[in-house]
């Protein structure tokens, strides 16, 4: 086998001798200088389609050694992978794409992650093993489409999961594709598709079931949760929550039990349950925070706004408005930032501060029709109406009626 360091070293003293790149140092580490971007460009397609992957084995392979302690960087992950990637050794190439979207996705920089994710997956479709592997990358990609305000892509890539599973008779893979269409169907945006959404998570359900993949029928009947509270069926909703809830909980699913909790809040409320909306919201909370899930804190701190509003405790509300908008603000989630805005309109019109009361109203569906915000575009949308059509009727300061109170709006 070749010495990959060696030939490097012959190629690069034949650089140099004929005065194409110079030594620009030797510690830390050992630099070379091409004398133009042109002459770099042309040296390397000289090299033989063969010389080429040697040389990028060798520079992946000296980068790795050299940085062993710092392989957690989107940067210098995405660089091996390029490297490993462009020398053939696909396995290496697959698992620093993957490291480079992590990073990446930790950092909410998601459309590196989505980039990251999509050239691991690439590659790993190509090799014979590793099913679940590819069931991963398909299903990262996806969150990280999902976080970018990309519904509509995140639903192509997860159809396009479930063709690779059933071409393959993976039946946890078509499970997962199924639940996480199932997800996107029931959100409140603009791809939302309820009767969709329940077919999918009433299918998954049943194979869940069927296999007995109790994380898998926890995360289906939480669609179903999602699905009754959009139709409004409060009663349906809680039974659906609380059954994934107790699943959630006896298999250890954090993140899932605090998404479980996240919603079982507003069911609580509607319900006229209010001691345990407060629990589970908190609860919620404190996972979101121990996790460091900070798309998930937001929404958590915009929903307990939406319930603090609810209750007339306006300054509590603006309160939470407020650290939701800067935790959203934080790792670019629009989303996030529009929701953390939802019905604060409505306390600034109440107030008798019409002019804020738009501003709000109108930056809260700016963010919503750039996030696919179904919610906050049509709530928005009747909350300036109302607005506009009090206005209308404004006559002078001393016959100015009072703004009707904000229950009369729900």
Request: glycine share 6%; charged share 20%; aromatic share 8%.
């Amino acid at each position: 086998m070749p010495n990959h360091h060696v030939i490097l070293s012959a190629q690069l003293s034949t650089l140099e001798a004929s005065g194409l790149i110079r030594l620009a140092q030797l510690e830390p580490e050992v630099e070379y200088l091409f004398r133009h971007a042109l002459i770099q460009e042309a040296a390397y397609h000289s090299l033989v389609k063969g010389n080429r992957r040697l040389l990028h084995q060798a520079v992946g392979e000296s980068l790795e050694n050299l940085n062993r302690a710092q392989l957690d960087t989107p940067e210098l992950d995405s660089v091996l992978a390029r490297h490993f990637a462009e020398a053939g050794d696909q396995a290496r190439a697959v698992r620093y794409y993957t490291l480079a979207g992590q990073a990446a996705a930790k950092m909410y920089a998601t459309a590196e992650a989505i980039h990251n994710f999509s050239r691991a997956l690439e590659i790993a479709q190509g090799l014979t093993a590793g099913h679940e592997a590819v069931v991963d990358l398909f299903l990262r990609g996806g969150h990280a489409l999902e976080l970018n305000a990309q519904d509509a892509e995140a639903l192509t890539n997860y159809e396009a999961m479930q063709t690779w599973s059933e071409s393959r008779g993976e039946r946890r893979g078509q499970l997962a594709a199924m639940i996480a269409r199932g997800t996107v169907y029931v959100k409140p945006t603009v791809v939302q598709n309820l009767a969709r959404g329940y077919d999918l998570s009433q299918q998954a359900l049943a194979l869940a079931r069927d296999i007995g993949d109790r994380p898998a029928e926890a995360k289906a009947l939480w669609n179903l949760l999602q699905y009754y509270v959009a139709e409004s069926k409060v009663a349906k909703a809680l039974e659906y929550g609380e059954l994934a809830l107790d699943i959630a909980r006896a298999e250890g699913m954090r993140e899932l039990t605090a998404y479980v909790l996240t919603d079982l809040n507003k069911v609580y409320f509607m319900t006229e349950q209010p001691e345990k909306a407060k629990a589970a919201g908190e609860e919620a909370q404190a996972i979101w925070r121990e996790q460091g899930v900070l798309n998930m804190l937001a929404d958590n701190l915009a929903s307990t706004m939406f319930s603090e509003i609810m209750l007339g405790r306006y300054q509590q509300a603006l309160a939470l408005s407020e650290e939701a908008q800067g935790v959203s603000r934080a790792i670019g989630n629009l989303w996030n930032q529009s929701y953390s805005l939802y019905t604060v309109d409505l306390v600034h019109f109440e107030h008798g501060d019409i002019g804020r009361a738009i501003a709000v109203a109108e930056e809260c569906r700016r963010l919503a029709e750039q996030a696919g915000f179904a919610e906050g575009i049509n709530q928005t949308g009747f909350d300036l109406t109302f607005i506009y059509g009090y206005m209308a009727t404004w006559r002078a300061p001393s016959k100015q009626p009072a703004p009707p109170r904000r229950t009369a709006l729900f």
